[in-house]
């Protein structure tokens, strides 16, 4: 699966501005297949110019259209694809520690009031559609196209500004609460990004990297705190959630075996009749509620 922030890193396809470990992009997508998959080692904001995108991970989804602006954290995800649509966001990498830095300069600003944090949510919403911020970004745009001292200072003023709205402006307030739990301990940042992630196709290895732990200590920290090998783990959790689309989606086989994280359609009906000792279809039609049975017969 490819890291987009290191890919973005890496080439010059797009319009970007590195600002020390900053990464600001202007990424007008040329992707032609339906569905993609990628993760990213670094979390995002993301304001969409154009264009319409569906975001996944675990079964929830995120629509994206011109006007959205999120917050979009490390890990990994499902992107849906809209033929003939032309897809352009402002994509702004910004790793953990920005924000930690940016509420050790000003500490009073750091929320108290975490009961507005959804765990499950992996993008936040903070589309707020005034026209204000959309000059903000309109006016941003402009420096993509000059790398000069003069205008990654102006960005970096920019950015710093967008911080400050984050966290003073009350309709940010679920992201505030968010990015301030940032300081938390390393158990609760594995939990977090396990729970978030496991139907992720990621390698251990990118789990450890993403938990910014070497693979021995995240091993180490993951089977003391699961009480199981992180393999294991994973498994049992896609099959559970394979389970629930089967039962309570429409969903096909292949689309399934994606969305939970399984390397391919037959890997993902090899394990399952391994552990459930039928396969996917025999257990769908097994366990489906009776009325939708009954729906999916008056409808042929």
Known sequence: MINLHQAFESTNIHKKVIIQDMLCVEYKCTETNKYSNFWTDCACLVYCLSGKRIYSSNAQEYTVEAGTFMYMKKGGYTVEVFKGDSYCA?????????????????????????????????????????????????????????ENAASKQILNLKLEELSFNIFTQKEYKQLASYLSTLEENKETQLKLIMEENFASNLRIEEFAELCNMSLSTFKRQFTKLYNAPPAKWLLSRRLQLSKKLLIHSDKNINEISFIAGFESPSHFSRVFKNVYHCNPLKYREKHIPKHKKFLQASRM
Do not use: C, G
């Not at 108290?112 to 970004?137: G, P, R, W």
């Open 90 to 146: 402002l994509m702004f990498f910004m790793p953990d520690s920005f924000f930690q830095n940016f509420l050790l300069r000003y500490p009073n600003l750091k929320s108290k009031e975490h009961n507005h944090i959804n765990l499950q949510n992996k993008i936040i919403d903070v589309t707020n559609s005034t026209a204000t911020i959309e000059a903000y970004f309109y006016s941003i745009s402009n420096y993509f196209a000059n």
